[in-house]
């Protein structure tokens, strides 16, 4: 399984950007699908969450200004930030818990980061 985050870039105080994750591979199905984000000598943070059934939940720093959301057709997800603020800059990270076709076992998976920053 592999997840494949794109989507960030260099952005103005106040404007928006979506983030992407495409996971491929021996998916057969993923119970909960996330974002978080690391600043340069921080600890990883949660940003938000999404599970299979829909349900969300979002940092207190974002809530309201970012959504996430699932193409459950496709197994992408996306993070839809707006409103950014200059403490939005980090790298991002997508995460997911797949449950493998191969097993049936549910393992944890990280995509690659993407960088966000937030600069006039």
């Known amino acids: 399984v592999q997840l494949q985050a794109s989507g960030g870039g260099l952005v103005q105080p106040g404007g928006s950007l979506r983030l992407s994750c495409a996971a491929s591979?021996?998916?057969?199905?993923?119970?909960?699908m996330g974002w978080y984000r690391q600043l340069l000598g921080k600890k990883r943070e949660l940003v938000a969450h999404i599970l299979s059934g829909g349900s969300t939940e979002y940092a207190d720093s974002v809530q309201g200004r970012f959504t996430i959301s699932r193409d459950y057709a496709g197994n992408t997800f996306y993070l839809q930030m707006s409103s950014l603020k200059p403490e939005d800059t980090a790298v991002y990270y997508c995460y997911a818990e797949v449950k493998e076709a191969t097993d049936w076992h549910t393992r944890p998976y990280w995509g690659q980061g993407t960088l966000v920053t937030v600069s006039s």
């Open positions: 591979g021996n998916i057969r199905a993923i119970n909960l």
